[in-house]
């Protein structure tokens, strides 16, 4: 799993997998009591080999929200935050 650039908490994970076996988890950084936190994610392929994934730094969950992954038809990941 991909690495926190601070320590911090990581809470409220989620996984979707698609139909060539490959993961998206999904989860949040520092959440707090109201805050979602910073969202972050790790792709993971069939062999379980670390994909790269596009930067989630600047992508804040809402108050009150946890991340949520789903699959689509054509194979790609829906992330909600």
Request: hydrophobic share 45%.
């Amino acid at each position: 799993v991909r690495e926190s650039l601070v320590p911090t908490r990581q809470k409220h994970p989620a996984i979707a997998v698609n139909d060539a076996g490959y993961r998206l988890i999904v989860w949040g950084e520092a959440p707090g009591f109201v805050a979602g936190g910073t969202l972050n994610l790790q792709l993971v392929d069939k062999t379980d080999k670390i994909q790269a994934a596009p930067a989630t730094r600047d992508r804040h969950i809402a108050d009150y929200s946890a991340a949520a992954v789903a699959t689509l038809e054509d194979g790609s990941f829906l992330v909600l935050y």
